[in-house]
């Protein structure tokens, strides 16, 4: 009968006010201008696939995106120096996104990121042209069944998959809104808005049709756990606080909330649905970051994806993500400490080992690259579990390099075909420094910045959030980080030596020549590689300054 009598109650009280009008909602577009540039340019792109003929379309999306991207990113900066990065940071949109440092930092770095991935989308000389027509990494018909009359057909018309373009500028408005949201109902839409996205352009190789497809089902069927993880932990701690707001849930959890909403007062409070929900919401987030054990998605899908979205993928939703989970544990649960930092110790230390001790067993490209960005998953992971505000500023730093290199060892790994396209086995790799040096150089810089050589972002990356582990007290786990680092070290100087030290075989593989698209991807990861290695302290110092989050 209480249950009832405080739902009746709750009821009268809302009816005593005025029904008669809705308060509009106040909504700051100027702080919320990257996203909406984004999504507008998403929406424009269905239109054009809708009215704009079938040959003008590529053209019109590729420039449509790369206009849209390089304007946000301009909207960014705005902001920064507008102050909102620091002394005007505010929480916008009735609640709902955080305008601050780590938001905008991270923001910008996904819009970098996409344009550069974008530009490898739009790459058309690497296969041979089909029936007069230049052709894309994309299925021709991504409806058609693979091998069927109507995919030989759509091939032979010249079709192309141009949707891939607004369909990737919705995985990155999604993408923008992750790591901002400042409620866990924003939190859980934007994840689901950039993942959506994703699951079909996984689909849509032009080769080996039927593993993308696997792949995408695979990525599918597990992020759907990971959002249902994700959703009852949301469900779990509005039970918990009475709100789904990160500040009002960091007040409970620090107990300086003491009035009990009438309708939950039988569960506010209740610390078993603040530890069970904080821990599915945190097993939603790793999931996306590729973190052990929740990593069992990422290999398949690395090699089954089109490579370019891959290297997408890789490394814009890592910064998506972790951009979301510092948030999480820096705003919402800081008075959880003690109980979430022994368990991300464990996460991070088999991350590290699992990935770099799996790595050393594969025999396929883009599989290595895939457990290595696991492994790359535990480093960051150190920094998080620092704690501090130089945790905060390592991981935004580690953030920039490792998506760039990322980007350009994908962008190398296309060049690399043979009959059947990519030729991603290592052993067809033997002698590529040999018959392609320049080719090989490059990947080459882009394996030792992986491994944490001096001079390479690598090496910058790491040495922070080690820096910052150390200092935060969790120096054990920057000695297993170490470890993790030379056995990593092992398969990708293996890589090295295998292309510069092994005979080149008769039939092995050729390397296309790319566009100025692909060649401009390659030459930006290349150029932020050595630059952040060789002067990182200028890009430190701008995450320092954007590593304080608003409460």
């Known amino acids: 009968m209480s249950a009832l009598t405080a739902a009746h109650s709750l009821w009268t009280l809302a009816a005593e006010g005025p029904v008669d009008r809705i308060q509009a909602p ?18 424009l792109g269905i239109l054009v696939e809708a009215f704009v003929p079938r040959r003008a379309r590529y053209y019109v999306q590729v420039s449509l995106a790369l206009a849209a991207l390089a304007s946000a990113f301009a909207a960014v900066i705005g902001l920064a120096a507008g102050g909102y990065g620091s002394t005007e940071a505010k929480i916008a949109a009735m609640g709902a996104i955080a305008v601050d440092g780590p938001a905008l930092f991270l923001q910008g770095t996904i819009l970098l990121a996409s344009a550069v991935a974008f530009l490898t989308f739009a790459e058309r000389r690497l296969d041979p042209a089909a029936h007069g027509n230049r052709v894309d990494s994309f299925a021709a018909q991504a409806a058609s069944v693979p091998g069927s009359d109507s995919e030989k057909a759509a091939v032979k018309a010249g079709f192309a998959t141009t949707e ?177 930092r022994p368990v991300m110790w464990g996460i991070a230390i088999v991350t590290m080992l699992a990935g770099a001790v799996i790595a050393v067993t594969q025999t396929d490209v883009k599989r290595l690259l895939a457990y290595s960005s696991i492994a790359h998953a535990g480093f960051i992971l150190a920094g998080v579990i620092a704690t501090s505000a130089e945790g905060v500023q390592s991981v935004l730093f580690y953030l920039v390099a490792y998506s760039f290199v990322t980007i350009g060892a994908f962008a190398v790994v296309t060049l ?39 001079l390479t972002s690598g090496f910058s990356g790491k040495f922070a959030v080690f820096k910052a582990a150390a200092e935060g007290g969790a120096g054990a786990l920057v000695v297993v980080g170490v470890l993790s680092s030379a056995i990593a070290a092992f398969f990708y100087v293996r890589v090295i030596v295998l292309m510069f030290f092994s005979e080149p075989k008769a039939d092995g593989p050729t390397v296309a020549v790319p566009s100025p698209l692909t060649m401009t991807a390659i030459a930006v990861g290349v150029a932020v590689t050595l630059v952040l290695g060789v002067a990182p302290q200028y890009f430190l110092d701008l995450a320092g300054q954007a590593s304080t989050f608003v409460r």
């Not at 959890?253 to 009035?259: A, C």
């Not at 075909?417 to 810089?445: C, I, M, N, Q, Y």
Request: charged residues 10%; contains cysteine.
């Open 416 to 454: 690399v075909r043979d009959a059947g396209g990519e030729a991603t086995h290592l052993s067809k790799w033997a002698g590529l420094g040999r018959r392609s040096p320049l080719t090989a150089a490059v990947f080459a810089v882009f394996l030792l910045a992986f491994a944490g050589i001096p």
């Open 164 to 340: 891939v373009f607004p369909l990737a500028m919705f995985a990155v408005a999604g993408m923008l809104i992750f790591p901002a949201a400042n409620d866990l109902l924003t939190l859980f839409i934007a994840l689901e808005v950039f993942s959506l996205p994703l699951y079909l352009l996984c689909a849509l190789a032009r080769r080996q049709r039927l593993m993308s497809q696997e792949a995408a089902v695979k990525y599918f069927l597990l992020g759907a756990f990971s959002s249902a993880f994700l959703l009852f932990g949301i469900a779990l701690l509005y039970g918990y606080a009475g709100s789904v707001s990160y500040a009002v849930i960091a007040d409970v959890v620090d107990g300086t909330v003491t009035r009990l909403d009438p309708a939950l007062a039988g569960t506010m409070g209740n610390d078993v649905l603040l530890l069970i929900g904080g821990a599915l919401i945190l097993t939603g987030l790793l999931f996306k970051v590729g973190a052990v054990p929740f990593h069992m998605w990422t290999p398949d899908v690395y090699q089954g994806a089109p490579t370019p979205i891959t290297g997408f993928m890789a490394a814009a939703t890592k910064v998506a993500a972790f951009g979301a989970l510092l948030r999480l544990l820096y705003v919402v649960l800081p008075g959880l400490r003690w109980d979430w």
């Open 26 to 43: 106040q909504i700051e577009y100027a702080q919320l201008a990257p996203t909406l540039i984004v999504m507008g340019a998403a929406i």
